[in-house]
Protein backbone atom coordinates (compact mmCIF):
# COMPACT_ATOMS: atom_id res chain seq x y z
CA UNK A 1 0.00 0.00 0.00
CA UNK A 2 0.86 3.14 -1.19
CA UNK A 3 2.59 5.59 2.11
CA UNK A 4 1.05 9.09 2.08
CA UNK A 5 0.60 12.43 3.79
CA UNK A 6 -1.58 11.92 5.91
CA UNK A 7 -0.05 8.63 6.69
CA UNK A 8 3.11 10.38 7.65
CA UNK A 9 1.38 13.18 9.76
CA UNK A 10 -1.12 10.25 12.22
CA UNK A 11 2.61 9.02 12.64
CA UNK A 12 4.60 12.47 13.35
CA UNK A 13 1.13 13.38 15.76
CA UNK A 14 2.72 10.86 18.38
CA UNK A 15 5.92 13.36 18.19
CA UNK A 16 5.77 16.16 20.94
CA UNK A 17 7.92 19.42 20.71
CA UNK A 18 7.41 20.68 24.50
CA UNK A 19 6.40 20.04 27.72
CA UNK A 20 2.77 21.37 26.90
CA UNK A 21 2.44 18.15 24.96
CA UNK A 22 2.29 19.83 21.44
CA UNK A 23 2.54 17.14 18.76
CA UNK A 24 4.64 18.22 15.78
CA UNK A 25 2.67 18.45 12.90
CA UNK A 26 0.62 20.83 15.52
CA UNK A 27 3.36 22.94 16.21
CA UNK A 28 4.13 24.72 13.11
CA UNK A 29 7.50 23.16 12.59
CA UNK A 30 7.04 21.00 10.07
CA UNK A 31 8.36 21.63 6.55
CA UNK A 32 6.98 19.86 3.19
CA UNK A 33 7.09 15.71 3.53
CA UNK A 34 8.21 14.44 0.47
CA UNK A 35 7.63 10.62 -0.48
CA UNK A 36 9.54 8.86 -2.88
CA UNK A 37 8.67 5.87 -4.75
CA UNK A 38 11.12 3.35 -3.38
CA UNK A 39 9.23 4.02 0.23
CA UNK A 40 11.84 7.03 1.84
CA UNK A 41 9.75 9.95 3.65
CA UNK A 42 11.96 13.42 3.55
CA UNK A 43 11.05 16.47 6.00
CA UNK A 44 12.87 18.81 8.00
CA UNK A 45 11.55 20.35 11.51
CA UNK A 46 12.27 24.17 11.42
CA UNK A 47 14.21 25.82 14.80
CA UNK A 48 15.59 28.70 16.06
CA UNK A 49 19.70 28.27 16.49
CA UNK A 50 19.67 28.07 20.34
CA UNK A 51 16.97 24.99 20.05
CA UNK A 52 19.37 22.55 17.95
CA UNK A 53 20.48 20.71 21.35
CA UNK A 54 17.24 20.30 22.93
CA UNK A 55 15.30 19.03 19.63
CA UNK A 56 17.68 16.73 18.34
CA UNK A 57 15.60 13.89 20.29
CA UNK A 58 12.69 15.70 18.58
CA UNK A 59 14.29 14.90 14.92
CA UNK A 60 15.37 10.85 15.96
CA UNK A 61 11.72 10.26 17.81
CA UNK A 62 10.40 11.59 14.75
CA UNK A 63 12.21 8.96 12.43
CA UNK A 64 11.61 6.55 14.32
CA UNK A 65 7.72 7.55 14.06
CA UNK A 66 7.69 7.42 10.50
CA UNK A 67 9.97 4.40 10.24
CA UNK A 68 7.53 2.26 11.94
CA UNK A 69 4.81 2.89 8.91
CA UNK A 70 4.39 -0.44 7.03
CA UNK A 71 6.13 0.17 3.68
CA UNK A 72 9.03 3.23 4.70
CA UNK A 73 12.27 2.15 3.77
CA UNK A 74 14.01 4.75 5.22
CA UNK A 75 12.91 8.21 7.32
CA UNK A 76 15.36 11.39 6.71
CA UNK A 77 14.30 14.06 9.14
CA UNK A 78 16.76 16.85 9.97
CA UNK A 79 16.41 19.89 11.58
CA UNK A 80 16.47 23.55 10.16
CA UNK A 81 17.71 27.13 11.35
CA UNK A 82 16.17 28.69 8.22
CA UNK A 83 13.11 30.50 9.95
CA UNK A 84 11.95 30.24 13.63
CA UNK A 85 8.68 28.19 14.26
CA UNK A 86 5.00 29.57 13.55
CA UNK A 87 1.72 28.60 14.76
CA UNK A 88 -0.94 27.19 12.07
CA UNK A 89 -0.67 24.86 9.04
CA UNK A 90 1.96 22.01 9.28
CA UNK A 91 3.26 23.08 5.90
CA UNK A 92 5.11 25.74 7.89
CA UNK A 93 5.66 29.52 7.11
CA UNK A 94 5.94 30.37 3.75
CA UNK A 95 10.01 31.40 2.92
CA UNK A 96 10.49 35.02 2.68
CA UNK A 97 12.13 36.23 -0.17
CA UNK A 98 15.52 37.49 -0.59
CA UNK A 99 15.95 40.96 -1.59
CA UNK A 100 18.02 41.90 -4.70
CA UNK A 101 21.27 42.31 -3.93
CA UNK A 102 20.48 41.57 -0.09
CA UNK A 103 24.07 41.51 1.62
CA UNK A 104 24.39 40.00 5.39
CA UNK A 105 23.54 42.53 8.20
CA UNK A 106 25.60 42.19 11.44
CA UNK A 107 29.11 40.70 10.21
CA UNK A 108 30.14 37.82 11.16
CA UNK A 109 29.61 35.12 13.80
CA UNK A 110 30.61 31.98 14.77
CA UNK A 111 28.93 28.54 13.44
CA UNK A 112 29.43 25.67 13.97
CA UNK A 113 32.37 23.38 12.27
CA UNK A 114 31.87 20.28 10.58
CA UNK A 115 33.46 17.83 13.38
CA UNK A 116 37.31 16.60 11.74
CA UNK A 117 37.10 18.26 8.56
CA UNK A 118 39.52 21.20 8.16
CA UNK A 119 38.21 23.06 5.31
CA UNK A 120 35.08 22.90 3.46
CA UNK A 121 36.15 24.54 -0.34
CA UNK A 122 32.72 25.39 -2.68
CA UNK A 123 33.26 24.55 -5.91
CA UNK A 124 31.12 26.82 -7.78
CA UNK A 125 30.16 28.07 -11.24
CA UNK A 126 27.85 31.21 -12.04
CA UNK A 127 25.72 28.68 -15.10
CA UNK A 128 26.33 25.05 -16.08
CA UNK A 129 27.60 23.75 -18.88
CA UNK A 130 31.17 24.99 -17.76
CA UNK A 131 32.49 21.20 -16.71
CA UNK A 132 32.33 22.38 -12.76
CA UNK A 133 31.56 18.56 -11.62
CA UNK A 134 34.27 17.13 -13.93
CA UNK A 135 36.57 19.76 -12.10
CA UNK A 136 35.53 19.27 -8.79
CA UNK A 137 36.13 15.63 -9.12
CA UNK A 138 39.63 15.53 -10.86
CA UNK A 139 40.38 18.15 -8.35
CA UNK A 140 39.26 16.69 -4.90
CA UNK A 141 41.31 13.10 -6.37
CA UNK A 142 44.61 15.39 -7.20
CA UNK A 143 44.25 16.73 -3.81
CA UNK A 144 44.44 13.47 -2.62
CA UNK A 145 47.42 12.67 -4.88
CA UNK A 146 49.37 15.01 -3.00
CA UNK A 147 48.74 12.65 0.36
CA UNK A 148 45.82 14.97 1.73
CA UNK A 149 42.56 13.53 3.10
CA UNK A 150 39.81 14.64 0.81
CA UNK A 151 36.17 14.46 0.69
CA UNK A 152 33.53 15.21 -1.71
CA UNK A 153 30.11 15.99 -1.70
CA UNK A 154 27.58 16.84 -4.43
CA UNK A 155 25.53 19.62 -3.58
CA UNK A 156 23.65 19.73 -6.39
CA UNK A 157 20.24 18.47 -5.77
CA UNK A 158 18.16 18.46 -8.96
CA UNK A 159 21.27 17.60 -11.13
CA UNK A 160 23.68 15.61 -9.36
CA UNK A 161 26.43 14.40 -11.59
CA UNK A 162 29.27 12.35 -8.97
CA UNK A 163 27.16 9.01 -9.29
CA UNK A 164 28.37 9.05 -13.18
CA UNK A 165 31.57 10.84 -12.59
CA UNK A 166 32.57 7.93 -10.22
CA UNK A 167 30.99 5.26 -12.00
CA UNK A 168 29.13 4.45 -8.53
CA UNK A 169 25.03 2.70 -8.74
CA UNK A 170 24.91 1.40 -5.04
CA UNK A 171 22.96 3.17 -2.43
CA UNK A 172 24.86 4.29 1.02
CA UNK A 173 24.68 2.24 4.14
CA UNK A 174 24.16 4.03 7.83
CA UNK A 175 25.56 3.30 11.17
CA UNK A 176 24.64 4.43 14.55
CA UNK A 177 26.83 6.57 16.54
CA UNK A 178 26.60 8.50 20.04
CA UNK A 179 25.40 11.59 17.51
CA UNK A 180 22.83 9.49 16.04
CA UNK A 181 22.33 7.96 12.76
CA UNK A 182 24.54 8.61 10.08
CA UNK A 183 25.12 7.61 6.16
CA UNK A 184 28.60 6.05 5.66
CA UNK A 185 29.81 7.67 1.95
CA UNK A 186 30.33 5.42 -0.48
CA UNK A 187 34.41 4.94 -1.75
CA UNK A 188 35.33 6.99 -5.10
CA UNK A 189 38.85 5.94 -6.21
CA UNK A 190 39.71 5.95 -2.22
CA UNK A 191 38.02 9.17 -1.29
CA UNK A 192 34.71 9.34 0.39
CA UNK A 193 31.69 10.97 -1.59
CA UNK A 194 28.28 11.71 -1.07
CA UNK A 195 25.34 12.92 -3.66
CA UNK A 196 21.44 12.87 -3.35
CA UNK A 197 22.06 10.80 -6.68
CA UNK A 198 22.90 7.54 -4.69
CA UNK A 199 19.84 7.70 -3.15
CA UNK A 200 17.60 8.00 -5.93
CA UNK A 201 17.16 6.59 -9.31
CA UNK A 202 18.93 7.63 -12.15
CA UNK A 203 15.30 9.37 -13.62
CA UNK A 204 13.74 10.50 -10.49
CA UNK A 205 13.34 14.61 -11.02
CA UNK A 206 13.46 16.08 -7.79
CA UNK A 207 10.95 18.68 -7.66
CA UNK A 208 11.41 20.33 -4.65
CA UNK A 209 11.05 23.72 -3.64
CA UNK A 210 13.68 25.83 -1.23
CA UNK A 211 13.16 24.63 2.04
CA UNK A 212 13.69 20.50 0.97
CA UNK A 213 16.62 21.34 -0.87
CA UNK A 214 17.72 23.50 2.34
CA UNK A 215 17.10 20.57 4.63
CA UNK A 216 18.53 18.49 2.54
CA UNK A 217 22.00 19.65 2.05
CA UNK A 218 22.18 20.10 5.60
CA UNK A 219 21.49 16.16 5.96
CA UNK A 220 24.35 15.61 3.15
CA UNK A 221 26.62 17.84 5.16
CA UNK A 222 26.23 17.37 8.94
CA UNK A 223 24.50 13.77 8.99
CA UNK A 224 27.04 11.62 6.83
CA UNK A 225 29.90 10.39 8.60
CA UNK A 226 33.02 11.79 7.14
CA UNK A 227 35.84 11.04 9.24
CA UNK A 228 38.72 13.07 9.49
CA UNK A 229 39.38 15.22 6.43
CA UNK A 230 41.92 17.85 5.04
CA UNK A 231 39.38 19.14 2.88
CA UNK A 232 35.79 18.22 1.96
CA UNK A 233 35.31 19.56 -1.71
CA UNK A 234 31.45 20.63 -2.57
CA UNK A 235 30.23 20.58 -6.07
CA UNK A 236 27.80 23.11 -6.20
CA UNK A 237 24.82 24.00 -8.21
CA UNK A 238 24.94 25.75 -10.89
CA UNK A 239 23.98 29.69 -10.34
CA UNK A 240 23.60 31.78 -6.90
CA UNK A 241 20.44 30.61 -5.24
CA UNK A 242 19.39 28.45 -2.19
CA UNK A 243 21.81 25.86 -2.31
CA UNK A 244 24.42 28.88 -2.32
CA UNK A 245 23.10 30.50 0.82
CA UNK A 246 22.35 27.52 2.98
CA UNK A 247 25.95 26.60 2.89
CA UNK A 248 27.28 30.11 3.22
CA UNK A 249 24.95 30.58 6.19
CA UNK A 250 25.05 27.03 7.89
CA UNK A 251 28.59 25.92 6.82
CA UNK A 252 32.24 27.76 8.11
CA UNK A 253 33.02 27.27 4.42
CA UNK A 254 36.91 27.95 3.95
CA UNK A 255 36.14 29.61 0.51
CA UNK A 256 34.90 29.01 -3.27
CA UNK A 257 36.32 28.17 -6.62
CA UNK A 258 35.19 29.60 -9.39
CA UNK A 259 34.91 27.67 -12.79
CA UNK A 260 34.33 29.41 -16.18
CA UNK A 261 35.16 28.94 -19.58
CA UNK A 262 36.95 31.44 -21.29
CA UNK A 263 34.15 33.42 -23.44
CA UNK A 264 32.00 36.40 -22.25
CA UNK A 265 28.73 34.78 -21.57
CA UNK A 266 30.14 32.57 -19.10
CA UNK A 267 32.20 35.39 -17.81
CA UNK A 268 29.40 37.16 -16.86
CA UNK A 269 27.98 34.71 -15.03
CA UNK A 270 31.03 33.69 -13.26
CA UNK A 271 31.14 36.67 -11.81
CA UNK A 272 28.09 36.93 -10.59
CA UNK A 273 29.00 34.03 -8.65
CA UNK A 274 32.21 35.34 -7.30
CA UNK A 275 29.41 38.98 -6.04
CA UNK A 276 27.42 36.25 -4.54
CA UNK A 277 30.20 34.57 -2.48
CA UNK A 278 31.53 38.12 -1.48
CA UNK A 279 28.06 39.33 -0.37
CA UNK A 280 28.12 36.43 2.24
CA UNK A 281 31.56 36.82 3.27
CA UNK A 282 32.91 34.05 1.89
CA UNK A 283 36.69 34.60 -0.12
CA UNK A 284 37.21 33.17 -3.31
CA UNK A 285 40.39 31.09 -3.24
CA UNK A 286 40.56 31.57 -7.39
CA UNK A 287 39.62 31.21 -10.92
CA UNK A 288 40.22 27.71 -12.99
CA UNK A 289 39.57 28.12 -16.67
CA UNK A 290 38.29 25.22 -18.23
CA UNK A 291 37.94 23.78 -21.99
CA UNK A 292 40.75 26.58 -22.39
CA UNK A 293 42.67 25.13 -25.52
CA UNK A 294 41.67 22.14 -27.67
CA UNK A 295 44.74 20.28 -29.28
CA UNK A 296 43.68 18.42 -32.61
CA UNK A 297 44.57 14.65 -31.85
CA UNK A 298 45.44 14.50 -35.57
CA UNK A 299 47.87 17.21 -36.52
CA UNK A 300 48.37 18.47 -33.16
CA UNK A 301 47.25 21.83 -34.13
CA UNK A 302 45.84 23.93 -31.30
CA UNK A 303 42.70 26.02 -31.16
CA UNK A 304 40.37 28.60 -29.01
CA UNK A 305 37.56 27.51 -29.38
CA UNK A 306 35.73 28.92 -26.45
CA UNK A 307 38.34 31.89 -27.03
CA UNK A 308 41.58 31.32 -23.90
CA UNK A 309 42.70 33.85 -21.14
CA UNK A 310 39.28 35.41 -20.10
CA UNK A 311 38.89 33.85 -16.93
CA UNK A 312 42.82 34.96 -16.36
CA UNK A 313 41.56 37.91 -17.02
CA UNK A 314 38.62 38.07 -15.16
CA UNK A 315 40.91 36.72 -11.89
CA UNK A 316 43.57 39.77 -12.12
CA UNK A 317 40.13 41.97 -12.82
CA UNK A 318 38.50 40.84 -9.03
CA UNK A 319 42.15 40.68 -7.38
CA UNK A 320 41.56 37.17 -6.58
CA UNK A 321 44.52 33.92 -7.57
CA UNK A 322 43.95 32.37 -11.30
CA UNK A 323 44.74 28.46 -10.24
CA UNK A 324 45.13 27.12 -13.71
CA UNK A 325 43.29 26.14 -16.99
CA UNK A 326 42.44 22.69 -18.30
CA UNK A 327 42.54 22.30 -21.66
CA UNK A 328 39.17 21.03 -24.01
CA UNK A 329 40.40 17.43 -24.28
CA UNK A 330 38.47 14.15 -25.68
CA UNK A 331 40.09 12.09 -23.07
CA UNK A 332 39.12 14.14 -19.97
CA UNK A 333 34.94 14.39 -21.40
CA UNK A 334 35.20 10.27 -22.34
CA UNK A 335 36.95 9.38 -19.38
CA UNK A 336 34.65 11.16 -17.09
CA UNK A 337 31.25 9.66 -18.56
CA UNK A 338 32.66 6.47 -18.56
CA UNK A 339 33.11 6.82 -14.32
CA UNK A 340 36.96 6.61 -14.99
CA UNK A 341 38.20 10.00 -13.34
CA UNK A 342 41.23 11.23 -15.57
CA UNK A 343 43.11 11.98 -12.62
CA UNK A 344 42.80 8.47 -10.82
CA UNK A 345 42.99 6.36 -14.30
CA UNK A 346 45.75 8.15 -15.60
CA UNK A 347 47.65 10.39 -13.17
CA UNK A 348 50.87 10.97 -14.73
CA UNK A 349 49.05 12.02 -17.92
CA UNK A 350 49.22 15.74 -19.39
CA UNK A 351 45.42 15.91 -18.64
CA UNK A 352 45.78 15.27 -15.20
CA UNK A 353 48.68 17.57 -14.76
CA UNK A 354 46.69 20.39 -15.17
CA UNK A 355 44.06 19.30 -12.08
CA UNK A 356 47.56 18.58 -10.33
CA UNK A 357 48.56 21.86 -10.30
CA UNK A 358 45.62 23.51 -9.60
CA UNK A 359 45.25 21.01 -6.45
CA UNK A 360 48.24 22.34 -5.73
CA UNK A 361 47.51 26.27 -6.24
CA UNK A 362 44.37 25.73 -4.06
CA UNK A 363 46.27 23.85 -1.01
CA UNK A 364 49.04 26.55 -0.77
CA UNK A 365 45.92 29.08 -0.42
CA UNK A 366 44.40 26.86 2.00
CA UNK A 367 46.91 25.96 4.14
CA UNK A 368 48.29 30.04 4.61
CA UNK A 369 45.65 31.00 6.11
CA UNK A 370 44.37 31.03 9.52
CA UNK A 371 41.97 28.21 9.08
CA UNK A 372 37.92 27.60 8.49
CA UNK A 373 36.20 30.96 9.24
CA UNK A 374 33.29 31.15 11.16
CA UNK A 375 29.78 31.21 9.22
CA UNK A 376 28.28 34.65 8.63
CA UNK A 377 25.27 35.53 9.88
CA UNK A 378 22.95 36.28 7.01
CA UNK A 379 19.71 38.04 6.99
CA UNK A 380 17.00 37.41 4.08
CA UNK A 381 14.11 40.36 3.93
Keep these: MAITRDD ?16 L ?46 GVKAALASLTAERGPSSGSSAGPAPRPAAPGGAPQGGPR ?3 ALPGVRHIVAVASGKGGVGKSTTACNLALA ?19 VPKLFGIDRKPETINTPQGQRIVPLNGYGIPV ?54 AQATPLAGAVIVSTPQDLALIDARRAATMFRRVEVP ?16 GGTSHIFGHGGARHEAETMSV ?53 PAPRIVIE
Excluded at 8 to 23: E, I, P, R
Aim: proline share 9%; net charge negative.
Design 8 to 23: VLKALAGVTVDAAGTS
Design 25 to 70: PASGRLSEIVIDPAGRVVFSIGIAPPEAKAFEAVRQAAEIAVLKLP
Design 110 to 112: PGP
Design 143 to 161: LRAQGLKVGLLDADIYGPS
Design 194 to 247: MSIGFLISADTAMIWRGPMVQSALTQLLREVAWGELDVLIVDMPPGTGDAQLTL
Design 284 to 299: ILGVVENMATFVCPHC
Design 321 to 373: PFLGEVPLNMTIRESSDAGRPVVAVDPDGPQAAAYRTIAAALWANLSGGAGPR
